[in-house]
C-alpha cells in the first residue's frame, strides 16, 4: 500500500488563541453542516446535510430546535395476550392483569426500548433525541422495572429537552423512577435517607468544589446534604405492577412522612432556614439551590463535554463554557438561547474542535443505519423488532438506554482522563468490528434466521453520486458520508484497491457502465455490489469512522 | 505438568523452589519482577472491587460490639449465633462458608477497617480515591497501580507490547478499564471477557496524525486497536494453554476469576487482574424482613465467597498458590445505624480482605469500637490507611523499596505486616498490635481529655482524633518520640458532643480508640 500523505485540503493546526462565542463567520458548507448535524443529530443522512447547507446556519440552528409535537407512544406490536391492550394499542396508561406478570412486561419494555431506539431512526434535523440522551445521562436511571415508569421519567426529559432546567430538576426530583432509584420513597420523617439529596447537589445541580474542610466542598457541606433529605421527605411513587397493577404511575406527598421541622442551611447557602412548606417545599428547595451560580457553570460543562470536547482549555473554561453559564443565569436556566449560541459560535466551528469525538455506542450504529440508508420494514411488529435489534446491538457495546451504569452517567462522560475514549477498549472493539462488518457483508435478521434480512443498498447510493463511473468519486463520497475529516491519498489508493484490484481507473468504469447499462443483470450487479460491500466494510472498520 | 512452564527460565535467575522455601531475596539489589529474566515466575495481584460501597459490619462481625450493635442496626444485624466464628471477638457473615474455610487453611486475612482521614460519601468520589490512592481532597488522573506501572515501564502505551513485555501488564475483566491501572499516558490494562472469543481487528494503514484534537484522539485509537491485536494473540495462546482444575459455581464474578486463573495457569505474565461485583449500595432491602441472614447482601457475599474459593482451589490443585494474592476493596462502609428501609446508608470506613496462600492468616486490627449512642451518619473510624495496605503490597509482593512506595503513594506510608513471601527484607517487628498501651482520660470527657501512651522504642509517633463522620479534628504528634510515657492533652472544648476517635501509629502499629464527649 502506498503510504503518501497528500490531503485533499489542508487541515490547519490549533490556532493560538482559541475562539469564543462570537458568531461563527466562515464558510457555510458540507464540511460544517456535517459536523454541526452530526453532533446534534443521531447518523445526519447525506440529504440532510446538503438540506441544511442550502437553508444555512441560522435557519439549521433554528431548526433544531423547532417544536415537535410528542412522539405517538410506543404499542403492543404482537402480543395477543394483554386482557387490557390489544395489538397496535399503547399500554403506556394501561394496568397489568396481576402484579409483576412477567409476559405482560416483557414485551412492554420491549416495545419501550424499541420504540426509544425509533425515535431516534426517525428524527432528521432536531436536537430533541440528542438532549433526551444528555438529560438521560445526567439524570440516570436504573433496574426499574415497570415500564410505564421508564415511559413516564423518559416523557419527562423529553418534554423537557431544551427547555428549563430548574423545571426539569423539579420535575424529576419527584419522577416515580428517579423515586425509586435514588430511594426518595424512603425518605421519610422516621427515617430519613440522604441518598437522593446528596446526588441531587453532588451529580445534578451544583457540583462539588474543592474541599475546603472536613465535610465542606466549597459548593455545599455534608450538613446541606442531611437538611435537604429533610426537605425532600414524604414522596412516594404509586402505580408500581407488583403493589398495584392496575393503578395509574404517578407520585405523591404523604404529610405524614414529611419533617415538618425548620431546616437550616450551611453558610454555602446563606445559612437559609426552610420552615415547612408541605409539598410545595421540594421545588423551593430547587429554587433554592438554583439561586446559586455555581449551578449554570456545572450543567454549561456537562453540555459542553456532551457536545464539543472533554479536554477543556482554559480559554474555553472561561470564554465558552463561562459565557453559557451567564446565558443560562441570564434565562433563568432556559437550555436553549445557551445551546443555539454555542451552536452558531467560532468556537464550535473552530478546527480545533471537529473529528474529535469517539462515538458512543448509539451513535456509531445510528451513523450506519441512517447514513447508509439500512431500509427497516413497515410492519408494526417488524419494525419494533428491527428497533430492538438496535437496542440489542447498544447492550453489547455497554451503552443501554434506561440502564445507566452509574448515578453519575456513563462514565465516558465524566471519568478522567479518558472520557469518551473509554468506549474504545479490547472488549468492546471487536463487537464494534463485528457489527458493521455483519450489517454491510451479510445483512442481518431482525426476526430470526428465517426472517428477511436487512442491509443497506449500496448501488442504490452509489446511483445518486455526481459521477459513479470514477472510482475516486465513489470513495470520495462514501468517505463524504462517513468519515469525520477527509483521509490521505494513501487510504484511498488502498481503499480503491477494493473496487479495482491492481487495475486502472477505467476498468471500473467499463464494469460500472456495463452494470448502469444493463442494471437488471444480476450477474453485474452482483459484481460491482461485492466490491462495494467490500469497501465500505472497510471504511467503517477504520479507526477515523470511529470519531465525529 | 504445568508447573514445567514457570520454571523454564529457572537456570537464568532464582528458582521458584527457593522463593517458596522463604529464600531471602532481599539480597537482590534490583527487585525481581524487573530484571526481565523471571517474568514467568512473576507475582500477580488479583483486586476484586465491590461496587457500591459494602456493609463491612454485617461482612466481618465484630462479636465483642454486639450490645450497642443491636441498638444501632436492630433490624439487619446478623444473629450472633448465626456469626462463623474465625476468631474470638470475629466473625462472617453466616453465608461465607468458603471465606470461612479459607481462614482456617491459611489463606484468608481480614484487614480491620481500612479508610482515608476525611472520607468522602460519594460513590464517584470515593472510588476515585480508593482508585488513585490521592488524599481525600486531592484529584489525581494516576491509578495506584498505574504509577507503579508507569514508574517501570515510562512511555507505555508507545513501544508496547515488546519482546520482554509481550503480555499486557494488566487486565480488567469486563467491558471498562479499570481506573487502579491508569497511567500518565494511557491505561495499562485491558478489558476482557472471554478469552476464547478474540478476534483480530483489522488494522488500517495510511491514517495522518495531524498536530490536532482530531490527530490525538486518531492516534489514541489506532495505538488500542494495534496493542489489542498484539495482546489478544497472547492471551489466546495462554488461554489454550492454561487450565482450570476447580468447580466454579455459575456467577458472574467466578467466571472472570475463572478465566484469571486460566491465563495464569496458560503462563500470561499479567501483573493485575481486576474483577468486580457490583450491587453492594443498599440503601434498601440489604436483608430480608425478619430474616437478616438473608438477602441482596448476603447473596453478594456468598457470591464473592464461594468465587473467592473456588479460585484458591484452582490455584492450589495447579500449584499456583504461591503467585497470585488477592484483595477486595469498596468505595466506602456503611453508616453504623440501620435506616428504616432494612438497608445502611454510605458511610466511612471498611474491612478489606485479603486471600491466597502467602497473606498472613489473620484478623490485622481491632474491631471498631462502636459507641451505644451512635449519631445519625455516623460511621466507623479508619483504623488502617488504605494507603498504606497498597503501598505494603507494592513493597512486599512487588519487591518496590520503601522509598519508592513513599513516592507513589503518600509520604507518611507506613508498611503494614500483611504479606508473608516478602521480597524485601523484613525490619518490621512482628505482629504487636496487642501490645500498644494507650488510654484516655477523662472518658467521658467535658473539655479536654488526656491521652496516655507507652512507645516501647524511639520511633515515629503519629496521634491524631477523628469526629464521628471521619474528618480529622485534630493532629496532636507528628514526630519522633522516645521510648516510655507520653501524655498528651486533647482540647475539645469547641467541639459539639458525641464520639470522638483517636487513632495512635507507633512505627508500623496503631490502635484506634473511641472517647465520648458529654453532653
Request: charged residues 20%; proline residues 7%; hydrophobic residues 35%.
Amino acid at each position: 500500500m502506498s503510504n503518501s500523505t497528500t490531503l485533499t485540503y489542508p487541515l490547519s493546526a490549533p490556532p493560538v488563541v482559541l475562539s469564543g462565542l462570537e458568531p461563527y463567520s466562515g464558510p457555510w458548507e458540507y464540511e460544517q453542516a456535517a459536523h454541526l448535524l452530526r453532533r446534534t443529530t443521531f447518523g445526519p443522512t447525506r440529504a440532510v446535510i446538503r438540506q441544511a447547507v442550502d437553508q444555512g446556519l441560522a435557519a439549521t440552528i433554528e431548526q433544531l430546535f423547532d417544536d415537535l409535537p410528542m412522539p405517538e407512544p410506543p404499542v403492543n406490536p404482537a402480543y395477543d395476550s394483554d386482557p387490557n391492550v390489544a395489538i397496535g394499542e399503547s399500554w403506556v396508561d394501561k394496568g397489568y392483569s396481576s402484579p409483576n406478570p412477567p409476559d405482560e412486561m416483557e414485551y412492554r419494555e420491549r416495545s419501550l426500548f424499541a420504540w426509544t431506539i425509533g425515535q431516534m431512526m426517525n428524527e432528521e434535523i432536531s436536537i430533541r433525541e440528542k438532549l433526551t440522551l444528555f438529560w438521560h445521562n445526567h439524570f440516570p436511571i436504573a433496574a426499574i422495572e415497570d415500564p410505564r415508569y421508564m415511559y413516564r421519567y423518559i416523557t419527562t426529559l423529553r418534554a423537557h429537552a431544551w427547555g428549563n432546567f430548574k423545571e426539569l430538576a423539579k420535575a424529576i426530583t419527584i419522577d416515580p423512577s428517579m423515586l425509586i432509584y435514588l430511594n426518595g420513597n424512603r425518605n421519610s420523617f422516621e427515617a430519613p435517607n440522604e441518598n437522593y439529596a446528596r446526588e441531587l447537589l453532588e451529580l445534578f445541580t451544583i457540583g462539588k468544589g474543592p474541599s475546603a474542610g472536613p465535610g465542606d466542598y466549597t459548593n455545599y457541606t455534608e450538613h446541606d446534604v442531611r437538611e435537604m433529605a429533610r426537605v425532600l421527605s414524604g414522596w412516594e411513587d404509586y402505580g408500581f405492577t407488583a403493589e398495584e397493577p392496575d393503578s395509574e404511575v404517578g407520585a405523591e406527598f404523604k404529610p405524614e412522612k414529611h419533617d415538618t421541622g425548620t431546616k437550616t442551611l450551611s453558610h454555602r447557602f446563606g445559612n437559609k432556614t426552610i420552615t415547612n412548606m408541605g409539598e410545595d417545599e421540594y421545588s423551593h428547595l430547587i429554587d433554592v439551590i438554583f439561586e446559586q451560580d455555581q449551578v449554570a457553570r456545572f450543567i454549561a460543562r456537562r453540555l459542553y463535554i456532551w457536545f464539543v470536547d472533554y479536554k477543556i482549555e482554559e480559554d474555553a473554561e472561561t470564554d465558552v463554557i463561562g459565557a453559557m453559564a451567564q446565558i443560562l443565569i441570564d434565562n433563568n436556566y432556559e437550555i436553549k438561547p445557551a445551546l443555539q449560541t454555542l451552536f452558531g459560535s467560532q468556537h464550535f466551528f473552530d478546527m480545533r474542535n471537529k473529528g474529535l469525538m469517539i462515538k458512543n455506542p448509539i451513535d456509531f450504529l445510528l451513523s450506519i443505519y441512517k447514513p447508509l440508508e439500512i431500509s427497516l420494514p413497515e410492519p408494526t411488529d417488524q419494525k419494533y423488532d428491527a428497533w430492538y435489534r438496535v437496542f440489542g446491538f447498544a447492550d453489547e457495546m455497554k451503552m443501554s438506554y434506561f440502564q445507566v451504569p452509574e448515578v453519575a452517567g456513563w462514565d465516558s462522560y465524566y471519568r478522567e482522563p479518558l472520557f469518551y475514549r473509554l468506549w474504545i477498549n479490547s472488549t468492546t472493539l471487536p463487537i464494534r468490528m463485528r457489527i458493521s462488518e455483519t450489517l454491510i457483508m451479510e445483512g442481518y435478521f431482525p426476526f430470526g434466521a428465517n426472517g428477511p434480512k436487512m442491509h443497506p443498498d449500496l448501488l442504490g447510493i452509489i446511483a445518486t453520486f455526481s459521477n459513479p463511473t470514477n472510482p475516486n468519486v465513489v470513495i470520495d463520497e462514501f468517505a463524504q458520508i462517513l468519515l469525520p475529516m477527509p483521509i490521505t491519498d494513501g487510504q484511498k489508493a488502498a481503499l480503491k484497491e477494493l473496487l479495482i484490484p491492481g487495475l486502472p481507473d477505467f476498468e471500473w468504469t467499463l464494469e460500472y457502465g456495463e452494470y448502469a447499462a444493463n442494471p437488471d443483470n444480476s450477474d453485474l450487479a452482483n459484481a460491482i455490489d461485492e466490491k462495494v460491500r467490500i469497501m465500505v466494510k472497510t471504511m467503517l472498520s477504520m479507526a477515523e469512522f470511529y470519531l465525529s | 505438568m504445568k508447573r514445567r512452564q514457570f520454571i523454564r527460565n529457572a537456570g537464568a535467575a532464582v528458582s521458584i523452589p527457593m522463593l517458596l522455601n522463604g529464600f531471602r531475596l532481599s539480597a537482590l539489589s534490583k527487585p525481581l519482577l524487573f530484571n526481565g529474566v523471571n517474568d514467568e515466575t512473576d507475582r500477580v495481584l488479583v483486586l476484586i472491587q465491590l461496587n457500591g460501597g459494602n456493609d463491612g459490619l454485617n461482612m466481618v462481625l465484630p462479636l465483642d460490639q454486639y450490645a450497642s450493635l443491636h441498638i444501632a442496626r436492630p433490624n439487619i444485624i446478623i444473629p450472633e449465633s448465626a456469626a462463623l466464628q474465625i476468631t474470638d471477638t470475629v466473625g462472617l457473615h453466616p453465608e461465607m462458608t468458603g471465606m470461612n474455610s479459607l481462614y482456617h487453611q491459611g489463606k484468608l486475612e481480614v484487614i480491620q477497617s481500612v479508610g482515608y482521614p476525611n472520607q468522602n460519601r460519594s460513590h464517584f468520589r470515593s472510588m476515585e480515591i480508593f482508585s488513585t490512592g490521592s488524599p481525600a481532597d486531592e484529584f489525581w488522573n494516576t491509578g495506584w497501580m498505574g504509577r507503579y506501572f508507569d514508574d517501570n515501564y515510562p512511555g507505555f502505551p508507545e513501544g508496547y507490547p515488546s519482546g520482554e513485555n509481550p503480555d499486557p501488564f494488566a487486565i480488567t475483566m469486563g467491558y471498562s478499564v479499570s481506573a487502579t491501572c491508569q497511567g500518565q499516558a494511557a491505561n495499562f490494562s485491558m478489558t476482557l471477557n472471554d478469552p476464547f472469543n478474540l478476534s483480530q481487528i483489522p488494522e488500517n494503514d495510511g491514517s495522518e496524525i495531524l498536530d490536532t484534537r482530531y490527530g490525538e484522539e486518531l492516534a489514541y485509537l489506532l495505538a488500542i486497536i494495534r496493542q489489542t491485536n498484539r495482546y489478544s494473540e497472547r492471551i489466546e495462546l495462554a488461554a489454550n494453554n492454561g487450565h482450570n482444575m476447580a468447580q466454579y459455581p455459575s456467577t458472574g464474578l467466578a467466571r472472570q476469576l475463572k478465566n484469571i486463573a486460566l491465563l495464569i495457569s496458560g503462563g500470561l505474565q499479567t501483573k493485575v487482574y481486576v474483577a468486580s461485583l457490583g450491587g453492594f449500595d443498599t440503601h434498601a432491602g440489604q436483608v430480608e424482613d425478619g430474616d437478616p441472614t438473608s438477602g441482596s447482601h448476603a447473596e453478594l457475599l456468598k457470591t464473592l465467597s464461594d468465587a473467592v474459593k473456588a479460585f484458591q482451589d484452582d490455584l492450589q490443585a495447579q500449584g499456583l498458590e504461591e503467585r497470585v494474592i488477592g484483595m477486595t476493596f469498596s468505595e466506602f462502609g456503611r453508616q453504623i445505624r440501620s435506616n428504616e428501609s432494612l438497608g445502611t446508608d454510605h458511610g466511612t470506613a471498611a474491612p478489606l480482605i485479603m486471600f491466597g496462600s502467602c497473606v498472613k492468616p489473620q484478623v490485622y486490627g481491632d474491631n471498631p469500637e462502636i459507641p451505644f449512642n451512635v449519631d445519625v451518619q455516623e460511621a466507623l473510624p479508619m483504623q488502617n490507611d488504605f494507603r498504606d495496605v497498597y503501598g505494603s503490597i507494592l513493597m512486599d509482593w512487588f519487591g518496590v523499596p520503601e522509598s519508592d512506595v513513599r513516592t507513589m503513594m503518600h509520604p507518611e506510608f507506613t508498611p503494614l505486616p500483611i504479606v508473608s513471601c516478602s521480597l524485601i527484607s523484613d525490619t518490621r517487628s512482628p505482629e504487636t498490635d496487642d501490645g500498644l498501651a494507650v488510654r484516655n482520660f477523662p472518658n467521658p470527657f467535658q473539655d479536654w481529655s488526656t491521652i496516655a501512651f507507652t512507645s516501647p522504642k524511639e520511633d515515629w509517633v503519629r496521634l491524631s482524633v477523628f469526629d464521628a463522620f471521619g474528618s480529622e479534628v485534630a493532629e496532636l504528634v507528628n514526630k519522633k518520640l522516645s521510648a516510655g510515657e507520653h501524655e498528651v492533652r486533647f482540647e475539645g472544648r469547641n467541639l459539639p458532643a458525641g464520639s470522638y476517635y483517636y487513632r495512635l501509629m507507633i512505627g508500623n502499629t496503631q490502635k484506634t480508640k473511641l472517647m465520648i464527649k458529654a453532653r
